[in-house]
């Protein structure tokens, strides 16, 4: 088991990645207020996970209460988030009582804003099992829900006590989900890691054959690089937007689409083209970085197109993105494969080419 720590003074946590965390009692009760847990999960991974969880947890003599949500993205909504809470209420789940997120990054999400919000906050603890929530979203804080106007508009910044990925969850994930998180493990070497960048390039194939070393150290590297960033900037007034590469025309599309439709990873791997194509335009990259990436993507099985929104639709989404500051849009742009920037002064024109060039 590796480990490695997110440094936030006296909020810091743990992020364990090993195989078989699963059934290890004594990597969770450190981090229980009491010898209640209520977890979160849904009815895909429920039957693949639950009941093993919930015998470690029982082993160690904590009660486990538990609600299976409906299973996607078209479910992160107010009203699948209102079981989680009638859940709560009707097995009377205390403020001290910790909210355990069993799954993907659709259920950390949601467990989070749940465990954010219920009776004013309670303790909460993560166990991703999926490849993109073992490297990004269960690792700094963002909860939150969608709204049919925009990705994540609804959340609050809460941090778990403890991540849990335990790396044999992954042995049944979809290939479809594989791709959708390498896009997040690409995203960390765009923005900031071109070590990182390379040894993808010589071992793409080695992670979606699922080699287990090749696994662990993707996702190491990949928390190692949030970790960082979320110690710097928990609630991104800097830095922390550089983890946006590509997600203001992502988030176009999964809500232009219908959520569900594009896999965010999906999402984020088009919308990274379009980024980059937008930051060859601007001068700030080649061409030839704009093939780089592309040929990366491609060989993770991602899509380097975006879905055939009138352009104007994509503008009037991003519109709304969370990093839009005094009415102007702000993108996440490349200066180089490894180095990533904020601009606030992309033109409008530029960036319209840049999603007609990427659009299928
Ligand atoms: N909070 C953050 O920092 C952050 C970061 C990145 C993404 N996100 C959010 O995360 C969500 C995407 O997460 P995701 O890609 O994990 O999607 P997801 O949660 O929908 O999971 C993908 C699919 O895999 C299934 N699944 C989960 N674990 C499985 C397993 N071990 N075996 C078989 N099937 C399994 C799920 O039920 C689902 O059908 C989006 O809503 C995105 O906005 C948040
Ligand atoms: O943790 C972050 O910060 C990120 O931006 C990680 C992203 O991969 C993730 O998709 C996040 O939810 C997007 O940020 P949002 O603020 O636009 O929801
Ligand atoms: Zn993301």
């Excluded at 465990?115 to 099992?129: D, L, S």
Aim: net charge negative; with cysteine; charged share 25%.
């Amino acid at each position: 088991m590796r480990t490695l720590n997110v440094a936030l003074g006296d909020r810091a946590y743990p992020i364990h990645i090993g195989r078989g965390l699963l059934d290890d009692a004594s990597l969770i009760t450190p981090h229980l207020k009491t010898q209640r847990a209520f977890v979160v999960t849904n009815d895909v991974v429920a039957p693949l996970y639950l009941e093993r969880l919930r015998a470690t947890l029982a082993g160690a003599g904590v009660r486990v209460d538990h609600v299976v949500l409906p299973d996607g993205e078209m479910h992160k909504d107010w009203a699948t988030l209102n079981r989680v809470f009638d859940a709560l209420l009707e097995t009377r789940c205390e403020r001290s009582t910790t909210l355990v997120a069993l799954g993907g990054g659709v259920i950390g999400d949601m467990g989070g804003f749940a465990a954010a919000t219920y009776q004013r906050g309670m303790p909460f603890i993560q166990i991703p099992t999926t490849l993109l929530a073992q490297v990004d979203s269960s690792v700094g804080g963002k909860t939150a829900i969608n709204h049919p106007l925009g990705k994540n508009m609804i959340g609050a910044f809460y941090q778990p006590r403890l991540v849990l990925a335990d790396l044999d969850t992954l042995n049944t994930l979809p290939d479809r989900e594989l791709s959708a998180g390498l896009a997040e493990v690409i995203k960390y070497g765009l923005i900031r890691d071109f070590e990182l960048f390379e040894w993808l390039e010589a071992n793409i194939e080695r992670l979606l054959a699922r080699e287990p070393e090749a696994m662990a150290h993707a996702i190491e590297r990949s928390c190692a690089n949030k970790a960082e960033i979320v110690a710097l900037d928990e609630t991104e007034q800097g830095v922390r937007a550089l983890l946006n590469l590509g997600h203001t025309f992502g988030h176009a599309i999964e809500a232009g689409m219908g959520y569900g439709q594009w896999l965010h990873g999906e999402g984020v791997a088009a919308g990274t083209l379009m980024a980059a194509t937008l930051s060859a335009r601007m001068g700030m990259i080649g061409g030839a970085d704009v093939k780089r990436i592309a040929a990366l993507f491609e060989r993770a099985r991602l899509p380097v197109r975006g879905p055939d929104l009138a352009t104007e639709r994509y503008l009037d989404l991003m519109a709304s993105d969370k990093k839009v500051e005094d009415g102007q849009l702000r993108l996440i742009l490349l200066e180089a494969i490894g180095r990533a920037t904020i601009r606030g002064d992309a033109p409008v024109d530029d960036i319209r080419a840049a999603i007609e060039t990427c659009c299928a």
